[in-house]
DNA sequence: ATATTTTAAGACCTTTTTATCTTTTATTAA
DNA sequence: TTAATAAAAGATAAAAAGGTCTTAAAATAT
């Protein structure tokens, strides 16, 4: 459904998230530790997606990991986005040339709204709104 | 979201149940020719289904690969069932120990109506089911 | 300034998935 | 019964994903 790197980035995202801020940032090892990726992986992913200013970070003493208010406010979206790509979501199911109603595949109608549903989910509801929910009890992140 | 395998499985199982009957069956590479994907790893991908008794073969002169009209009500879920297992439709999205409504994930109620619909989907309805669709032009296997 | 801490960068390894090739076996038709 | 045909089986190879390690660079505190 995703790809392992994308499962381990959104929930290290979500935990720097609830966890994290300016003024405490969080190294890659605890965050790997606290959610249970192994941690160089995570470490590399973390590291991608500051790069591409999903998240921030700081190097040295008192540095690691956090989440500005500006990353935050970032759709969740854009970290399975920065990581797989949103090919997932756009092409068909089947493999086929172009998705559309004027020329389904056979699962097209069975999937299509699903996959829709999935992509605007994440799509319209920020990294925060999510992080709301797991503050509040509602979901959660680990075990 | 499927695997290259299943996607080119299905293709080939709905090919099949269109094209092929007990009097015509269909070599190997024909199909894989006429979906469009590579022969030599089609062919693996049908003698497993074959194997399990989800689509049949016959060698020799006039030999192939066909559906019996056991293996047509058979429900389409049992291609991928065979090829990638159903752990996908079963597990959390973000790989959290147990997927439920008592202890959801941040994105479980985003994602999981998308996992069970199309699970349900592929379960409920049979391999003629989606074949006939083909064949009156309502869906579509090539491009 | 220096030692320490922690990310950044990049090389490297392993496993899984995807893909190909060759040999054997079963079936049919002549 | 022999030649031709096509799947079955299995060995092999290439590519992608997943995972690890080492060294360099940046920031901080002393
Ligand atoms: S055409 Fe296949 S999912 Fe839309
Ligand atoms: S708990 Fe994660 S998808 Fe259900």
Redesign the pocket.
């Known amino acids: 459904m995703l790809?392992?790197?994308s499962k381990?980035a959104i929930n290290a995202v979500l935990y720097l998230a609830v966890e994290s801020s300016e003024d405490k940032?969080?190294?890659?090892?605890e965050v790997a530790e606290a959610i249970g990726?192994?941690?160089?992986?995570l470490?590399?992913l973390?590291?991608n997606l500051?790069?591409k200013n999903v998240i921030s970070?700081?190097?040295?003493?008192?540095?690691?990991?956090f989440l500005s208010e500006e990353n935050k406010s970032l759709k969740l979206i854009s970290v399975v986005e920065h990581i797989d790509g949103l090919s997932k979501f756009e092409e068909c199911v089947l493999g086929l040339k172009n998705c559309s109603n004027d020329k389904p595949c056979p699962i097209h109608f069975s999937v299509q709204p699903f996959k829709n549903t999935m992509f605007d989910e994440l799509s319209n509801n920020t990294i925060e709104a999510f992080a709301v929910k797991v503050r509040n009890g509602e979901t959660f992140l680990h075990y």
Do not use: W
Not at 25 to 29: N, Q, S
Not at 37 to 41: M, W
Not at 57 to 65: E, I, R, V, Y
């Open positions: 790809s392992s790197a381990y940032k969080i190294g890659a090892k990726v192994p941690t160089p992986f470490a590399k973390l590291q500051a790069k970070s700081l190097k040295g003493p008192k540095g690691g990991f």
